[in-house]
């Protein structure tokens, strides 16, 4: 990837799953052959609060032809639009099938965190992990 921005700076997606140099879970989600990650969910998130494809690219540090490449490998997953433009092209926003796979991720995202603290503690307990 030439023209990937080394730069990337770090978004409000909650939660934060894996924070550098921290324990947590990462996750990945295979659709129809399509990876769902952390990234391009991030990124989603992030058109649903600005409202705008090119804001959400601008604040993950990428190009919005980068962005754009990535949201359409999330739509390529699912028959049903998960983004519609704005009348007279006035932004972008989630559809409301968007709005559940956003939700339902996010609920995956807090119970394998939860889960992962969970085992974080328990391996604290028995000190396998100093």
Known sequence: MKNRSTDI????????????????????????????????????HLVSQKGSIRAAAVSMGMST????????????????PILEKQLGNKGTKITSFGEELLIKYLELCHHLSKESENFIKWTASKQIIK
């Open 65 to 80: 032809k980068r962005a754009t490449l990535l949201l359409k490998t999330i739509q390529e997953a699912f028959p049903i």
């Open 9 to 44: 700076r770090r978004s409000s997606l909650p939660p934060r799953l894996l924070k550098e140099n921290e324990n947590g879970v990462r996750i990945k989600i295979y659709v129809q052959g399509h990876m769902i990650g952390a990234g391009k969910m991030e990124l989603f």
